[in-house]
């Protein structure tokens, strides 16, 4: 297989695929502001609204009505726009895309969004809060999913490691992708524990609660350590301008999210007794429920997804783009190659 062509045969999936993520992260970030202002309730039914078809409620009772409505609503129109999206994804990519397992991807991400769609509705005609744990934990990685098929159908996936020969040394090669790869799934299960603590029932043991706080805390140490060494091996050890661009976007978000995140502890917990002194708080309540709480709180949610999509960008154009000595290897990459 020719590893060397300028482009894929059709541009139309690389550019549906787009849209289609472009379209899954305000469906990511809505879902946690419904979450966060505990709106998943607002619409009793499913899958219709209020005795509506989804399409056909009244665009006045949506827009004027309550904000949890207004939320909830919303959410389920996005949802059901991106299950359409991933239909014509798939369509596209049997008829434009030569390669099988791309196919086939198309598919998996169409019962993916699928399962999403049924586990929202189970959520609300249960009210269960278990399903919602579990909601929440599958819409990061259908958006992990859309990402990846826009690497896999990009011209620079199509083109192969033609600039690679900038990497120092072969062993910095074989550490960049591992690492990238373990640091992918360790901020996945942050997201998860983040899924867990979010949807905590009332009734829940204190204690319990509490170390489940403790090991989110721990892990965010780690995957910042890891993104940190991630982002170093890359920039001074190899000289690859699209994983470069990727690690500079990954280690700013990893600093907007510590950021996020204790900001959320503050909004949620107060400041904690050790930052009194360095954190001047005045007079200022915080409500609970009210705006400052819940949007620092969504975009904690939100850009926690963020730094999943970039880190397996890079993990997997570290795999594509990285030399490799591995017979086995390159002949991964040759069958994961462009469509020809």
Known sequence: MNLNVTQPVSRWPHRWAIALACAAFPLVWIGGLVTTTDSGMAVPDWPNTYGYNLFLYPWKSWITGPWALFLEHSHRLIGATVGLLTIGLLIILWRKDGRAWMRWMGVGALALVVFQGVLGGMRVLFDERTLAMLHGCTGPLFFAVTVAMVVFTSRRWCIGPADTTGVSLQSSAAAIRRLAMVTCILVYLQIVIGAVLRHVPASADPATFAMAVRFHLFLAAIVTLHIALLVWLVLFRARSKPLAGLATT????????????????????????????LVSTGNTAIQEGGWLQTHIITAHVAVGSLLLIVSLALALYAQRLLPTSSPTQEAVTSRLGPAV
């Open 250 to 277: 990954l280690g700013t978000l990893a600093t907007i999210q510590l950021a996020l995140g204790a900001a959320t502890w503050i909004v949620k917990f107060s400041v904690p007794a050790w930052a009194s002194s």
